[in-house]
Protein backbone atom coordinates (compact mmCIF):
# COMPACT_ATOMS: atom_id res chain seq x y z
CA UNK A 1 0.00 0.00 0.00
CA UNK A 2 1.11 3.61 -0.71
CA UNK A 3 2.12 5.74 2.12
CA UNK A 4 3.21 9.59 2.51
CA UNK A 5 5.49 10.84 4.93
CA UNK A 6 6.17 14.43 5.92
CA UNK A 7 9.06 15.41 8.14
CA UNK A 8 9.33 17.38 10.57
CA UNK A 9 5.42 17.60 12.15
CA UNK A 10 6.70 20.50 13.94
CA UNK A 11 9.13 23.37 13.06
CA UNK A 12 9.75 26.75 14.71
CA UNK A 13 12.16 28.88 12.88
CA UNK A 14 13.69 32.61 13.49
CA UNK A 15 12.54 35.29 10.36
CA UNK A 16 14.93 35.21 7.81
CA UNK A 17 16.15 31.58 8.35
CA UNK A 18 15.82 29.27 5.28
CA UNK A 19 13.26 26.27 5.55
CA UNK A 20 13.30 22.72 4.18
CA UNK A 21 10.33 20.59 4.18
CA UNK A 22 10.75 17.35 3.01
CA UNK A 23 7.83 14.34 1.83
CA UNK A 24 8.17 11.42 0.37
CA UNK A 25 6.01 8.39 -1.24
CA UNK A 26 6.31 4.94 -0.54
CA UNK A 27 4.47 2.37 -2.48
CA UNK A 28 4.07 3.80 -5.91
CA UNK A 29 5.66 5.30 -8.99
CA UNK A 30 5.63 8.38 -10.70
CA UNK A 31 2.89 9.80 -9.12
CA UNK A 32 2.11 13.48 -9.08
CA UNK A 33 3.32 15.43 -6.03
CA UNK A 34 1.65 18.25 -4.65
CA UNK A 35 2.56 21.03 -1.64
CA UNK A 36 -0.46 23.07 -0.26
CA UNK A 37 -0.32 26.02 2.59
CA UNK A 38 -3.50 25.70 5.26
CA UNK A 39 -3.44 28.95 7.11
CA UNK A 40 -5.27 28.69 10.54
CA UNK A 41 -9.10 28.59 9.87
CA UNK A 42 -8.73 28.41 6.20
CA UNK A 43 -8.62 26.70 3.29
CA UNK A 44 -6.18 25.24 1.04
CA UNK A 45 -3.73 27.53 -0.97
CA UNK A 46 -2.09 25.06 -4.00
CA UNK A 47 1.98 26.19 -3.75
CA UNK A 48 3.54 23.76 -6.04
CA UNK A 49 2.65 20.66 -8.14
CA UNK A 50 4.62 18.36 -10.25
CA UNK A 51 4.15 15.52 -12.40
CA UNK A 52 8.17 14.32 -12.53
CA UNK A 53 11.25 14.81 -11.62
CA UNK A 54 12.66 18.70 -12.04
CA UNK A 55 9.00 19.51 -13.06
CA UNK A 56 7.39 22.03 -10.88
CA UNK A 57 4.96 24.22 -11.39
CA UNK A 58 4.50 27.28 -9.09
CA UNK A 59 0.96 28.40 -8.76
CA UNK A 60 1.51 31.43 -5.83
CA UNK A 61 4.59 33.52 -6.66
CA UNK A 62 6.70 34.34 -3.43
CA UNK A 63 9.71 33.65 -1.63
CA UNK A 64 9.47 29.67 -1.58
CA UNK A 65 10.76 27.31 -3.89
CA UNK A 66 10.29 23.68 -4.45
CA UNK A 67 11.89 20.93 -5.76
CA UNK A 68 11.81 17.08 -6.62
CA UNK A 69 15.31 15.68 -7.07
CA UNK A 70 14.11 12.13 -6.98
CA UNK A 71 10.26 10.31 -8.55
CA UNK A 72 9.45 10.18 -4.99
CA UNK A 73 10.65 13.17 -2.96
CA UNK A 74 9.35 16.70 -2.83
CA UNK A 75 10.94 19.46 -1.03
CA UNK A 76 9.69 22.73 -0.05
CA UNK A 77 12.33 25.37 0.89
CA UNK A 78 12.61 29.34 1.54
CA UNK A 79 16.21 31.11 1.46
CA UNK A 80 14.87 33.64 4.34
CA UNK A 81 11.39 32.68 5.88
CA UNK A 82 9.02 35.80 6.55
CA UNK A 83 6.39 35.65 9.52
CA UNK A 84 3.68 35.40 7.45
CA UNK A 85 5.20 31.83 6.19
CA UNK A 86 4.17 30.64 9.18
CA UNK A 87 1.39 28.20 8.27
CA UNK A 88 0.28 24.70 8.10
CA UNK A 89 2.23 22.42 5.12
CA UNK A 90 0.79 19.63 3.41
CA UNK A 91 1.89 17.41 0.90
CA UNK A 92 -0.54 15.09 -1.00
CA UNK A 93 0.28 12.49 -4.22
CA UNK A 94 -2.17 11.77 -6.83
CA UNK A 95 -1.93 8.59 -9.45
CA UNK A 96 -1.04 9.70 -13.03
CA UNK A 97 -3.63 9.69 -15.16
CA UNK A 98 -4.87 10.90 -18.77
CA UNK A 99 -8.12 11.50 -18.47
CA UNK A 100 -9.33 13.08 -15.53
CA UNK A 101 -8.21 14.06 -12.21
CA UNK A 102 -7.56 11.37 -9.29
CA UNK A 103 -7.84 11.52 -6.04
CA UNK A 104 -5.06 13.25 -3.82
CA UNK A 105 -3.51 11.69 -0.71
CA UNK A 106 -2.37 14.17 1.94
CA UNK A 107 0.29 13.36 4.52
CA UNK A 108 -0.08 14.20 8.02
CA UNK A 109 1.70 17.60 7.74
CA UNK A 110 4.17 20.53 9.35
CA UNK A 111 3.37 22.92 11.45
CA UNK A 112 5.86 25.79 10.42
CA UNK A 113 6.32 28.67 13.29
CA UNK A 114 8.09 31.83 12.49
CA UNK A 115 8.99 33.95 15.47
CA UNK B 1 -11.63 28.98 -13.97
CA UNK B 2 -13.20 26.54 -11.98
CA UNK B 3 -14.57 26.99 -8.04
CA UNK B 4 -16.18 25.81 -5.50
CA UNK B 5 -18.32 27.60 -2.87
CA UNK B 6 -19.24 25.73 0.47
CA UNK B 7 -21.79 25.97 2.86
CA UNK B 8 -20.14 29.07 6.04
CA UNK B 9 -19.83 27.38 9.32
CA UNK B 10 -18.93 27.14 12.13
CA UNK B 11 -22.15 24.22 11.89
CA UNK B 12 -22.61 22.92 15.91
CA UNK B 13 -25.13 19.65 15.83
CA UNK B 14 -25.98 17.43 18.59
CA UNK B 15 -25.21 13.77 18.63
CA UNK B 16 -27.79 11.77 16.32
CA UNK B 17 -29.00 15.16 14.62
CA UNK B 18 -29.17 15.30 11.08
CA UNK B 19 -26.28 17.11 8.90
CA UNK B 20 -26.37 18.42 5.37
CA UNK B 21 -23.31 20.81 4.34
CA UNK B 22 -23.75 22.50 1.27
CA UNK B 23 -21.61 22.44 -1.99
CA UNK B 24 -21.63 24.26 -5.30
CA UNK B 25 -19.36 24.24 -8.01
CA UNK B 26 -17.94 26.29 -11.42
CA UNK B 27 -16.84 23.83 -13.98
CA UNK B 28 -16.11 23.21 -17.48
CA UNK B 29 -16.31 20.06 -18.73
CA UNK B 30 -17.26 16.83 -16.13
CA UNK B 31 -14.98 16.74 -13.03
CA UNK B 32 -14.50 14.45 -10.60
CA UNK B 33 -15.51 15.61 -7.20
CA UNK B 34 -14.51 14.62 -3.41
CA UNK B 35 -15.33 15.51 0.31
CA UNK B 36 -12.32 15.66 2.33
CA UNK B 37 -12.31 15.07 6.25
CA UNK B 38 -9.32 16.63 8.34
CA UNK B 39 -9.46 16.04 12.16
CA UNK B 40 -7.54 18.39 14.28
CA UNK B 41 -3.75 18.58 13.70
CA UNK B 42 -4.12 16.01 11.13
CA UNK B 43 -3.83 16.00 7.28
CA UNK B 44 -6.78 15.59 4.64
CA UNK B 45 -8.08 12.14 4.48
CA UNK B 46 -10.76 11.58 1.66
CA UNK B 47 -14.28 10.87 2.95
CA UNK B 48 -16.07 9.98 -0.65
CA UNK B 49 -15.82 10.83 -4.28
CA UNK B 50 -18.11 10.63 -7.46
CA UNK B 51 -16.75 10.75 -10.68
CA UNK B 52 -20.07 11.39 -13.19
CA UNK B 53 -23.28 12.70 -12.78
CA UNK B 54 -25.92 10.59 -10.42
CA UNK B 55 -23.36 8.99 -8.49
CA UNK B 56 -23.45 8.62 -5.21
CA UNK B 57 -20.37 8.76 -2.55
CA UNK B 58 -20.52 7.13 0.37
CA UNK B 59 -18.24 6.04 3.44
CA UNK B 60 -19.02 5.97 7.40
CA UNK B 61 -22.31 7.14 6.87
CA UNK B 62 -21.77 10.03 4.75
CA UNK B 63 -23.17 10.59 1.19
CA UNK B 64 -22.82 12.77 -1.31
CA UNK B 65 -24.89 12.56 -5.16
CA UNK B 66 -23.18 14.12 -7.91
CA UNK B 67 -25.61 16.51 -9.34
CA UNK B 68 -25.12 18.17 -12.75
CA UNK B 69 -28.20 19.68 -13.14
CA UNK B 70 -27.97 22.13 -9.94
CA UNK B 71 -24.04 21.84 -9.95
CA UNK B 72 -24.24 20.13 -6.37
CA UNK B 73 -22.68 17.72 -4.26
CA UNK B 74 -24.20 18.40 -0.83
CA UNK B 75 -22.72 16.31 1.95
CA UNK B 76 -25.19 14.47 4.49
CA UNK B 77 -25.57 12.02 7.28
CA UNK B 78 -28.18 10.75 8.91
CA UNK B 79 -26.86 10.56 12.97
CA UNK B 80 -24.02 12.56 13.85
CA UNK B 81 -21.39 11.60 16.73
CA UNK B 82 -19.06 13.21 18.60
CA UNK B 83 -16.75 11.35 16.52
CA UNK B 84 -17.38 13.03 13.56
CA UNK B 85 -16.41 16.93 14.91
CA UNK B 86 -13.98 18.16 12.09
CA UNK B 87 -13.36 20.62 9.50
CA UNK B 88 -15.10 18.93 5.64
CA UNK B 89 -13.36 19.94 2.58
CA UNK B 90 -15.70 20.04 -0.58
CA UNK B 91 -13.37 19.88 -4.04
CA UNK B 92 -13.44 19.73 -7.85
CA UNK B 93 -10.65 18.00 -9.89
CA UNK B 94 -9.96 19.39 -13.69
CA UNK B 95 -11.41 17.53 -16.14
CA UNK B 96 -8.12 17.44 -18.13
CA UNK B 97 -5.35 18.11 -15.17
CA UNK B 98 -3.88 16.95 -12.32
CA UNK B 99 -5.23 19.86 -9.75
CA UNK B 100 -8.29 19.69 -7.52
CA UNK B 101 -10.15 23.15 -6.35
CA UNK B 102 -10.47 23.36 -2.83
CA UNK B 103 -13.76 24.86 -1.05
CA UNK B 104 -13.31 26.83 1.86
CA UNK B 105 -13.79 24.18 4.37
CA UNK B 106 -16.81 23.87 6.98
CA UNK B 107 -16.17 23.28 10.85
CA UNK B 108 -18.38 21.19 12.19
CA UNK B 109 -19.11 20.54 16.03
CA UNK B 110 -20.68 17.63 17.26
CA UNK B 111 -21.60 18.08 20.90
CA UNK B 112 -22.86 14.83 22.84
Known amino acids: SQTIHQWPATLVQPVGSPLSLECTVE??????LYWYRQAAGRGLQLLFY??????ISSEVPQNLSASRPQDRQFILSSKKLLLSDSSFYLCAWSATKQTSTDTQYFGPGTRLTVL | GDSVTQMEGPVTLSEEAFLTINCTYTATGYPSLFWYVQYPGEGLQLLLK?????DKGSNKGFEATYRKETTSFHLEKGSVQVSDSAVYFCALGETSGSRLTFGEGTQLTVNP
Open chain 1, 50 to 55: SVGIGQ
Open chain 2, 50 to 54: ATKAD
Open chain 1, 27 to 32: GTSNPN
